[in-house]
């Protein structure tokens, strides 16, 4: 191995996020929909049938799979399973900011309008529900934000001894800020909440 060689290496990598390689990749779209009072935003309430937090409100969206063109494409074929819409009728699909999870996920959110909400026909295999908030609750109603807080457990057979200062090192913690929107008797939180806190500052 030559220094030519490693020049060469480096010259052809392409950078991204250490790890990601075995990350779990989403993609989420945030729906937008006309009403008469004003713009919408559309969510869904999870399946009680679900495996998975079953009965929580969130976007439409789901695992990248290897037949997708890209992050957009998942988030746009998500959303056609899920409410039993045509592919005509979104339009206008941006990408917000990506996120990485503490949780080994790297999620892609898109923001994009649905043009025909009344011909929407939800998968009750995934969605229990969907319903819509005008816009201008959010824009006037900051979430509540709440911490959690990470302790660090290192395992039976950590070589703590290998470390300086052992069983006293002074291990970097962090917080978790959850956000919590309340809508009547909805609760949107976590992933979902973030998402729309990012869209709603974008907005603003």
Known sequence: MDLEFIHHKLKTHTP???????????????PLIQKEDGIHILFEV???ELRR???????????????DSDEKGAAIRETLEELGIKRENISRVFPLDYMVSQFG?????????IDCPESIQPNPAEVGDVFS?????????KPEVYN???????????????????????WRTRGLDEYFYIYE???IWGLTAKILFHFIELIR
């Open 105 to 113: 996920m790297i999620i892609y959110p898109f923001a994009g309008f």
């Open 16 to 30: 991204t996020i250490l790890g990601s390689e075995k990350f779990s990749k989403y993609a989420v779209l945030l």
């Open 148 to 170: 959690l807080n990470f302790k660090v457990e290192p395992e039976k057979n950590f070589p703590l001894e290998l470390i300086p200062g052992g069983e006293n090192y002074k």
């Open 133 to 141: 908030v005008a816009m201008s609750f959010f824009l006037n109603h």
């Open 185 to 187: 008797e909805k609760v």
């Open 46 to 48: 999870r399946s009680m």
């Open 53 to 67: 937090q079953p009965g929580e409100i969130c976007f439409p969206g789901g695992r990248i799979d290897s037949d």
